[in-house]
């Protein structure tokens, strides 16, 4: 199984360009994840998914969309991109919620915008 | 307002000997407390949990430990080994979706 699969890994922006992160599992979980870790920082929530059809907005979702058509996939859209928006994102996506059911996580993408 | 926190951002260990990784938080609500390590390049991995119910819970070389009257708890690695070099995450829930990590402990074993 190939678990959480994100695209691009690396990705350079200019400020006010926009793109799309793509995420896909397929371990048929129904909760999906979007965080960010600035250096030196924690993981915090960008946007969340309980199902398909189906998203909330987490801590920091400001400049960020995202959608869930299928169950596999969860993209997270950036419009109008701007220099705090620089951070590495990860994807997640659990069976459940809480501590029995751990997050799984993607390799990442580091995303620059200048 | 930070809940979980992790106040040492680096650790070295000689191979061998054991590492010790601490997490403070500060929301009494939490039920779940887990631990992710993290390679360079690559998402967190997740390594070991405990519930709020107990107090210790081991699996193999770590061990996670909960102290509730003082708010924390520590991953103990023994014994630590070259490729447990990582930075590990401590994590808490509710019971949610909302899962709060800290910032991370940055461990170096020594060969």
């Known amino acids: 199984n190939a678990g959480v699969t994100q695209t691009p890994k690396f990705r350079i922006l200019k400020i006010g360009q926009s793109m799309t992160l793509q995420c896909t599992q397929d371990?048929?979980?129904?909760?999906m994840y979007w965080y960010r870790q600035d250096p030196g920082m924690g993981l915090k929530l960008i946007y969340y998914?309980?199902?398909?059809?189906?998203?909330d907005k987490g801590e920091v979702p400001n400049g960020y969309n995202v959608s869930r058509s299928t169950t596999e996939d969860f993209p997270l859209r950036l419009e109008l991109a701007a220099p705090s928006q620089t951070s590495v994102y990860f994807c997640?996506?659990?069976?459940?919620?809480?501590?029995?059911?751990?997050?799984?996580f993607g390799n990442g993408t580091r995303l620059t915008v200048t | 307002d930070q809940q979980v926190k992790q106040n040492s951002p680096s650790l070295s260990v000689q191979e061998g000997r054991i590492s010790i990784l601490n997490c403070d938080y500060t929301?009494?609500?939490?039920?779940?407390f887990l631990w992710y390590k993290k390679y360079p390049a690559e998402g967190p991995t997740f390594l070991i949990s405990?519930?709020?119910?107990?107090d210790k819970n081991e699996d193999g070389r770590f061990t996670v430990f909960l102290n509730k009257s003082a708010k924390h708890l520590s991953l103990h690695i023994v014994p630590s080994q070259p490729g447990d070099s990582a930075v590990y995450f401590c994590?808490?829930?509710?019971?949610?979706?909302?899962?709060?990590f800290g910032t991370g402990t940055r461990l170096k074993v020594l060969a």
């Open positions: 997640a996506s659990s069976y459940s919620v809480g501590g029995n059911s751990p997050l799984h």
């Open positions: 371990m048929n979980h129904n909760y």
């Open positions: 998914s309980v199902g398909a059809g189906i998203t």
């Open positions: 929301n009494s609500m939490f039920d779940y």
């Open positions: 405990i519930s709020s119910i107990k």
């Open positions: 994590a808490a829930t509710s019971g949610t979706y909302k899962y709060i």
